[in-house]
């Protein structure tokens, strides 16, 4: 049973860069992807990106210019860096394992806890 | 960009069916996943490529593509249903989700 927990600050003040870890407990790490998904206070789901276990990467293309996803495959972790934070960044952001099949597409199951980032002067 | 677009609000009797749609052009085409969001928890998969339901998931949870709509479909709604329910597809190397539904049993 895979489980993902997560952590990082909470409150954070506009320009700063928003830090978040998530730590994958059971089942296999290295054949799936893992991704970064984020919900406004009161709005609907937006995904930030992906990574595999040798690091390669796909990003929302509306925030590419500002998200950074890596990978501690040695801890079964993988972290979101989102920089210049602004009001509008406020989310609670999800990680979740991603579920790829070629041509298809990709779904996501399970699903961390969520934590709330308030960005705030 | 590709959009889904979804009811604000639908509404069911206890132990009747609860039907959702997500609209998208020729959404036929792609695969489309539903989740399951109730109040301060994540969501929850519920549905995976139309029709799939993963483990654990009680069989009056069924799904349904075809043109340009899907259908999330749900038998006997029961209280625990109600919840916000967003569906989601793959396009042009992105994830796209719906606005979401909420869903009241009544």
């Known amino acids: 049973q895979v489980q993902l927990q997560q952590w990082g600050a909470g409150l954070l003040k506009p320009s700063e860069t928003l830090s978040l870890t998530c730590a994958v407990y059971?089942?296999?790490?290295?054949?799936?992807?893992w991704s970064w998904i984020r919900q406004p206070p009161g709005k609907g789901l937006e995904w930030t990106g992906e990574?595999?276990?040798?690091?390669?990467?796909n990003y929302n293309p509306s925030l590419k210019s500002r998200v950074t996803i890596s990978v501690d495959t040695s801890k079964n972790q993988f972290s979101l860096k989102l920089s210049s934070v602004t009001a509008a960044d406020t989310a609670v952001y999800y990680c979740?394992?991603?579920?790829?099949?070629?041509?298809?597409?990709?779904?996501?199951?399970?699903w961390g806890q969520g934590i709330l980032v308030t960005v705030s002067s | 960009s590709y959009e889904l677009t979804q009811p604000l609000s639908v509404s069911v009797a206890l132990g009747q069916t609860a039907r959702i749609t997500c609209g998208g052009n020729?959404?036929?085409?792609?695969?489309v996943h539903w989740y399951q969001q109730k109040p301060g928890q994540a969501p929850v998969l519920v549905i995976y490529?139309?029709?799939n339901r993963p483990s654990g998931i009680p069989e009056r949870f069924s799904g349904s593509n075809s043109g340009n709509t899907a259908t999330l479909t749900i038998t006997r709604a029961q209280a625990g249903d109600e919840a916000d329910y967003y569906c989601?597809?793959?396009?042009?190397?992105?994830?796209?989700f719906g606005g979401g539904t909420k869903l009241t049993v009544l």
């Open positions: 979740a394992r991603t579920l790829r099949v070629r041509g298809v597409g990709r779904w996501f199951d399970p």
């Open positions: 059971g089942g296999s790490f290295s054949d799936y992807y």
């Open positions: 990574i595999n276990d040798s690091g390669t990467t």
């Open positions: 020729n959404i036929e085409s792609k695969n």
């Open positions: 490529r139309d029709i």
């Open positions: 989601q597809v793959w396009d042009s190397s992105t994830v796209v």
